[in-house]
């Protein structure tokens, strides 16, 4: 077993709380604070699935299976950091920013299309597609790349679109189509947006 503590806390979650694996900096162990156990699960067997198709992690923090915590059962991944190594910040932190135009020598426009490409390339389905479960991880004072760092799998009851990988890729597309209206939406004066969808 393994003794998370607050000292550890990376991010809280509606469902988990994030926590530096103590004995392994470069990892983290995410712990369940809800009832949402079913999708805990499936998010699990969905990266099983993952891992046997052997896809490339470099968009996706790679999962290294579970382990017993005093917090009850937590799940490991890579812990998705930047190159001074500091925990990388979410892409809804750059969207409200109060500053943008100090980011805007980031490329975000080409780390958006470069997840939305990974995403349909590997066919990986996230259940939800939003602002603080992506991670803006700079390699560089003005380059990065953008991670999905939550929300991965399907939940349908009969997933053929983890099956058929063009009924797959299908799905990535519209969730995708989505997410991009929903940011257009809500941060209608983003500099950053703008930028994307210029």
């Not at 994030?18 to 079913?38: A, F, G, M, R, W």
């Not at 500091?86 to 958006?112: M, R």
């Not at 004072?141 to 953008?146: F, K, P, Q, R």
């Amino acid at each position: 077993m393994i003794e998370l503590t607050p000292s550890l806390l990376v991010a809280k979650g509606g469902h988990r709380h994030c926590y530096t694996h103590p004995d392994d900096p470069t990892k983290c162990v995410k712990v369940l604070i809800s009832d949402e156990i079913k999708e805990h699960l499936l998010e699990q067997k969905y990266y099983q699935c993952l891992i046997k198709r052997n896809i490339s992690w470099e968009m996706l923090p790679r999962y290294y299976g579970t382990v017993e915590t005093n917090l009850g059962e937590g799940a490991i991944f890579d812990l998705i950091c930047d190159f001074d190594g500091q925990v990388s910040k979410t892409f809804e932190y750059y969207l409200k920013a109060e500053d943008q135009a100090s980011f805007q020598s980031y490329s975000f426009a080409k780390a958006y299309y470069g997840l939305r490409d990974y995403l349909h390339q590997e066919v990986v389905i996230s259940r939800r597609i939003n602002s603080c479960n992506i991670v803006f991880q700079r390699a560089s004072e003005d380059e990065g790349i953008m991670v999905m760092i939550d929300n991965i799998g399907n939940t349908d009851f009969l997933p053929f679109s983890r099956w058929i990988k063009s009924l797959g890729r299908s799905k990535a597309q519209r969730r995708w189509g989505k997410f991009d209206e929903s940011l257009k939406r809500v941060y209608p004066d983003s500099l950053l947006i703008r930028s994307i969808f210029k």
